[in-house]
């Protein structure tokens, strides 16, 4: 097969094609010339893929996406509209992603911050013990990564519900569905984790109407789009105190631009994009398994769905 390897984000291209080369040692693999002769690719591997690869590689039947969100992606108005899109399953992101959710949820239900506070005055003060069953978590999303996320507090005791389109199941958790599941879950949920795919349904899904349902006191995790949420209303309910706070890795502009209110914010905390990131070792491993199956003839997953859009 004659892959191409393209991304206008990636510092290291070299490295990406050399580790699909060894990865696929029967197959050609090189990396995207902007303004050469047209190619013949079957494949593309990519993020952020430059506009003008399309035109130049005219014979693309599959697009491997470096990521696990698609959603800029399918926005391009240059994509052609018979693509097939892979997208990446996990690749190493969900357990990083459910780290990143612990680690905030820890941080206000045990207090570690106001440890480190405390220690710059020599204070000896204990924060009161940890209720789990005071912080019930809800995660939206129960694909890859939501389940991967759930099933890690539902390990650790916590109360966890999962909110996904059909109402999937996941160990451990409860699980609601669709529009008519959302207030139930919301009731339900103190600590709100958003990982949903950024589609026409879910864009501003972080809203008022959706905070005003959430338990008292309650806490939100984004780490999937910007995109879901409505920052005035961020804004507003953390200034009336129905959320006690947030903690943000995507943002509608990123970079977020420096004269941004979340930067200063008492009651937010601002991550760069970084809860999941895309590892090369198993993120390659996992393209190269789905080239060599496909080689073979057999179906592969994660092929997106262009109309549900994830
Ligand atoms: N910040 C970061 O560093 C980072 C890194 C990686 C990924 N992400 C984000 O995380 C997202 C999720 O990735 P994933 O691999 O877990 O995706 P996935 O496996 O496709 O799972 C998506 C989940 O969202 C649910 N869903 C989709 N549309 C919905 C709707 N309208 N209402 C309710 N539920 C809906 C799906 O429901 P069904 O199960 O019913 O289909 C599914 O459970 C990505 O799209 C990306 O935006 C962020």
Redesign the pocket.
């Known amino acids: 097969m004659d892959i191409v390897f393209a991304s206008r984000h990636d510092g290291h291209p070299e490295q990406w094609v050399q580790a699909l080369r060894q990865a696929l040692p029967d197959d050609t693999v090189r990396l995207w010339d902007e303004g050469g002769a047209k190619g013949a690719a079957q494949v593309a591997v990519a993020w952020a893929p430059p506009p003008a690869l399309f035109a130049q590689e005219p014979r693309l039947e599959y697009l491997f996406n470096l990521?696990?969100?698609?959603?800029t992606l399918l926005r391009m108005p240059e994509l052609p509209a018979g693509l097939r899109i892979v997208?990446?399953?996990?690749g190493g992101?969900?357990a990083?992603?459910a780290e990143?959710a612990l680690y905030y949820l820890l941080d206000e239900a045990r207090g570690f911050s106001r440890y480190a506070e405390q220690q710059k005055q020599a204070r000896w003060h204990r924060v009161s013990a940890l209720q789990r069953e005071e912080w019930p978590v809800g995660v939206?999303?129960?694909?890859?990564?939501?389940?991967?996320v759930a099933r890690l507090f539902s390990t650790l005791d916590y109360p966890v519900a999962?909110?996904?389109?059909?109402?999937?199941a996941v160990e451990g958790a409860e699980a609601f569905?669709?529009?008519e599941g959302?207030p139930g879950f919301l009731a339900r949920t103190r600590v709100l984790v958003n990982?949903?795919?950024?589609?026409e349904?879910?864009r501003g899904?972080l809203c008022r109407e959706a905070f005003s349902q959430l338990k008292p006191d309650a806490y939100l995790i984004n780490?999937?789009?910007g995109g879901h949420l409505v920052e005035s209303d961020l804004l507003t309910a953390l200034e009336e105190g129905r959320l006690r706070g947030a903690a943000l890795?995507?943002f509608s502009h990123e970079p977020l631009p420096a004269s941004h209110p979340f930067w200063a914010h008492p009651r937010i905390r601002v991550t760069p994009?970084?809860?999941?990131?895309?590892l090369m070792r198993s993120t390659v491993r996992q393209i190269a398994g789905k080239i060599r199956a496909m080689a073979r003839g057999e179906a592969i997953s994660g092929i997106v769905d262009r109309t549900?859009?994830?």
Do not use: F, K, N
């Open positions: 990521g696990a969100g698609v959603d997208r990446l399953e996990d992101m969900a990083q992603m990143y939206m999303g129960a694909g890859r990564i939501g389940a991967c999962v909110w996904s389109r059909t109402g999937r569905g669709g529009a959302l990982v949903l795919p950024l589609t349904e879910t899904i780490m999937a789009r890795d995507v994009h970084v809860a999941g990131v895309t549900r859009q994830y």
